[in-house]
C-alpha cells in the first residue's frame, strides 16, 4: 500500500513541504493550513450524524491526478452522513472525502496539531 501511495503522491503539483509558505494563493484569517493549538482551543463539541449507518453502494476510490478520493454515497436508509454544532450554524452534509500524505522524508499532513505535523490527514468535505 506505501508504495501505492507514494506513486499516487509524485503526480502531484500540490506539495506541503514548506507547510503552504511557497503557494501563491491570497491570505487570510480562515485560510488553509491551520496550526491547531489543543490549550487555545474554545471550539464547542463537533457532532456527527449518520455517520454509524451502512453506506447504499460499494465505495470507490478515484486517482484525480493530485490524490485519491472518494465520493460519499448516501445511507442504506437515504440519509446523508453529516456534522453540526462547534458553532457551526447548520448541518452540513458529507459528499466526498480526500487524502493528503507526504514522504518519509516529509510530513504530508495540510494542518498541524499542538505544532507537530503527521504522515497524512483524511479530509472529509461537507
Known amino acids: 500500500?506505501?508504495?501505492?501511495l507514494g506513486n499516487f503522491a509524485r503526480?502531484?503539483?500540490?506539495?506541503y513541504d514548506q507547510n503552504g509558505k511557497d503557494w501563491n494563493v491570497n491570505t487570510g484569517r480562515q485560510q488553509?493550513?491551520?496550526?491547531?493549538?489543543t490549550a487555545k482551543s474554545t471550539a464547542s463539541e463537533l457532532i456527527f450524524i449518520n455517520y454509524n449507518k451502512l453506506?447504499?453502494?460499494?465505495?470507490?476510490?478515484?486517482?484525480?491526478g493530485h490524490t485519491l478520493k472518494m465520493s460519499i454515497p448516501c445511507a442504506e436508509d437515504c440519509s446523508q452522513p453529516a456534522v453540526c454544532?462547534?458553532?457551526?450554524?447548520?448541518?452540513?452534509?458529507?459528499?466526498?472525502l480526500?487524502?493528503?500524505?507526504?514522504?518519509?522524508?516529509?510530513?504530508?499532513?495540510e494542518h498541524s496539531i499542538n505544532c507537530t505535523r503527521y504522515d497524512a490527514e483524511l479530509h472529509i468535505l461537507h
Not at 11 to 15: D, E, I, K
Not at 55 to 64: D, E, I, Q, V, Y
Not at 98 to 109: R, T
Open 55 to 64: 453506506l447504499s453502494r460499494f465505495l470507490k476510490l478515484t486517482n484525480n
Open 11 to 15: 503526480l502531484s503539483h500540490f506539495n
Open 32 to 37: 488553509t493550513p491551520v496550526s491547531l493549538v
Open 98 to 109: 480526500h487524502f493528503h500524505w507526504g514522504s518519509p522524508e516529509k510530513k504530508g499532513s
Open 1 to 4: 500500500m506505501n508504495g501505492v
Open 85 to 96: 454544532g462547534c458553532k457551526l450554524k447548520s448541518i452540513y452534509k458529507a459528499v466526498q
